[in-house]
Nanobody, 129 residues
Framework: QVQVVESGGGLVQPGDSLRLSCAPS????????IGWFRQGPGKEREGVSC????????YYADSVKGRFTAYRDHAENTVYLQMNSLKPEDTAVYYC??????????????????????WGQGTQVTVSS
């Protein structure tokens, strides 16, 4: 079955860090732009970050710029989301997915969720004191 598996979530305090992993099953991540998305309690799913396949350029939602970093580890065929200075409003289920329609991300990646496939089950991140 072709899918991705997210891991690395947990319960942390404000100001802490977490690193999420996105690992594929049945395909190679290098072939696709990879998006990170999240859905908080009572909220719609929103784009967090996108890592291009072509040049590994990245885009971020304004709410996470300067705190989150998405990057690829080609040797491990994994995409990571390093999250620093976490805030309670970052609490959400985090998903990664592969964009089957383009290799390069755009600034409006969050509005193009229909282009993404192979969604995983998500990993829960809870930021609370």
């Amino acid at each position: 079955q072709v899918q991705v598996v997210e891991s690395g979530g947990g319960l942390v305090q404000p100001g802490d860090s977490l690193r999420l992993s996105c690992a594929p099953s049945g395909f190679t991540l290098d072939d696709y732009a990879i998006g990170w998305f999240r859905q908080g309690p009572g909220k719609e799913r929103e784009g967090v970050s996108c890592v291009s396949a072509s040049d590994s350029s990245t885009y971020y939602a304004d709410s996470v710029k300067g705190r989150f970093t998405a990057y690829r580890d080609h040797a491990e065929n994994t995409v990571y989301l390093q999250m620093n200075s976490l805030k309670p409003e970052d609490t959400a289920v985090y998903y990664c997915a592969a964009n089957l329609m383009r290799r390069r991300c755009t600034e409006v990646f969050g509005a193009l969720q229909y282009e993404y496939s192979y969604w995983g089950q998500g990993t829960q991140v809870t930021v609370s004191s």
